[in-house]
């Protein structure tokens, strides 16, 4: 921002004085005179295009109106979702109801393991039994039909029925 002042010279001025020392004996100066001016250019610029900046964002804004196949294609995008969500449960259900499945077949089979292991301990205590018991002798007599000639010999080297 400026001001205009109409006791100073519009023109600003500056003098700047070097000196150059070459020796002792011999001494240079150099006068410069700078001439100072303010210019809003800047500003003007950095104004206008504010303003180009905000008519662009409310034309981008304002200027679109309802797209009607932008909502299709997001509806359409929702419904292949939803269908891809409900997939997704679907196998999920088929995946857990599988996998109870393999569960109730393992129970059976370790049942089946189980049931096999007790009947082969109660053969196993059964056949113990029995080895460890007396044996069991039956007497009876038995009337052994006589050969022709009536009397029945025995020897060690006849077979026996």
Same mark, same amino acid.
């Given at each position: 921002?400026?001001?205009?002042?109409?006791?100073?010279?519009?023109?600003?001025?500056?003098? !700047? !004085?070097?000196?150059?020392?070459?020796? +002792?004996?011999?001494?240079?100066?150099?006068?410069?005179?700078?001439?100072?001016?303010?210019?809003?250019?800047?500003?003007?610029?950095?104004? !206008?295009?504010?303003?180009?900046?905000?008519?662009?964002?409310?034309?981008?804004?304002?200027?679109?109106?309802?797209?009607?196949?932008?909502?299709?294609?997001?509806?359409?995008?929702?419904?292949?979702?939803?269908?891809?969500?409900?997939?997704?449960?679907?196998?999920?259900?088929?995946?857990?109801?599988?996998?109870?499945?393999?569960?109730?077949?393992?129970?059976?089979?370790?049942?089946?393991?189980? *049931?096999?292991?007790?009947?082969?301990?109660?053969?196993?205590?059964?056949?113990?039994?029995?080895?460890?018991?007396?044996?069991?002798?039956?007497?009876?007599?038995? *009337?052994?039909?006589? +050969?022709?000639?009536?009397?029945?010999?025995?020897?060690?080297?006849?077979?026996?029925?």
């Amino acid at each position: 921002m400026t001001h205009y002042d109409p006791n100073n010279d519009p023109e600003r001025r500056e003098t !700047i !004085i070097t000196e150059t020392v070459v020796s +002792p004996a011999h001494v240079t100066e150099t006068v410069e005179t700078v001439v100072v001016r303010e210019s809003n250019t800047g500003w003007w610029i950095a104004g !206008i295009l504010g303003g180009v900046v905000l008519i662009a964002v409310f034309w981008i804004l304002f200027a679109r109106g309802p797209d009607t196949q932008t909502d299709e294609a997001l509806l359409e995008a929702q419904m292949d979702a939803a269908a891809a969500q409900a997939q997704a449960d679907s196998a999920l259900i088929q995946g857990q109801v599988a996998g109870a499945q393999a569960s109730v077949d393992i129970a059976r089979a370790d049942a089946a393991r189980s *049931q096999a292991d007790a009947i082969r301990a109660a053969s196993e205590a059964r056949a113990a039994e029995a080895r460890a018991s007396t044996p069991v002798v039956i007497e009876r007599e038995v *009337q052994v039909p006589a +050969p022709s000639g009536g009397v029945a010999v025995v020897t060690p080297t006849s077979p026996q029925n």
